[in-house]
């Protein structure tokens, strides 16, 4: 078992993570179009919903 740690001192944990779910990053998209969020809270929330997975998987259907 690893203690999750490496060099550094910065704690790594692998998180087994949800698949993407694209109305909710919608609604977070929408939640600062609107002026509810700022800028860094949309892009932590885009970032944690999966943005980077969802966008991942549609520019590998276009190869």
Known sequence: MTSGYRA???YHA???LPP???QK???YW????RAE???GRVL???KTAGMKELLA???AEEE
Not at 30 to 33: G, S, T
């Open 8 to 10: 550094g001192g910065r």
């Open 14 to 16: 692998r998180m087994d």
């Open 20 to 22: 993407p779910d694209p």
């Open 25 to 27: 990053l919608f609604a």
């Open 30 to 33: 929408m939640e600062w179009e």
């Open 37 to 39: 969020e700022t800028p």
């Open 44 to 46: 932590a929330n885009l």
């Open 57 to 59: 998987s549609l520019a």
